[in-house]
Nanobody, 123 residues
Framework: QVQLVESGGGLVQAGGSLRLSCAASGRTFSSYAVGWFRQAPGKEREFVATISWRGSNTDYADSVKGRFTITRDNAKNTVYLQMNSLKPEDTAVYYC????????????????WGQGTQVTVSS
């Protein structure tokens, strides 16, 4: 069992930066791939980024490539999402999720989810 808690969301102006954290409980967190997803009001949840259990492989949605960076520190049981050059269209609730084995960009592949953290980007 893995429990996930996101933090680091907030209100930022366009062009600004935020770093989200996803803190996990469970001794075997290092064996899980982790993904970040987001959901804006009235829209479906969408993939943002994912990282392999070792941290050596990552994937990003086209909309965030070059602006967002996903990393992990298994010693701290934490995954981060560094978000730079934020745009108003990045406004959403951001969720982290964990799954065993390979990373995935599909929400339905993930077994564990956090409660989400709100990110609001003003123009």
């Amino acid at each position: 069992q893995v429990q996930l808690v996101e933090s680091g969301g907030g209100l930022v102006q366009a062009g600004g930066s935020l770093r989200l954290s996803c803190a996990a409980s469970g001794r075997t967190f290092s064996s899980y791939a982790v993904g970040w997803f987001r959901q804006a009001p009235g829209k479906e949840r969408e993939f943002v980024a994912t990282i392999s259990w070792r941290g050596s492989n990552t994937d990003y949605a086209d909309s965030v490539k070059g602006r967002f960076t996903i990393t992990r520190d298994n010693a701290k049981n934490t995954v981060y999402l560094q978000m730079n050059s934020l745009k108003p269209e990045d406004t959403a609730v951001y969720y982290c999720a964990a799954k065993t084995y390979a990373r995935s960009s599909y929400a339905e592949d993930y077994d564990y989810w956090g409660q989400g953290t709100q990110v609001t980007v003003s123009s």
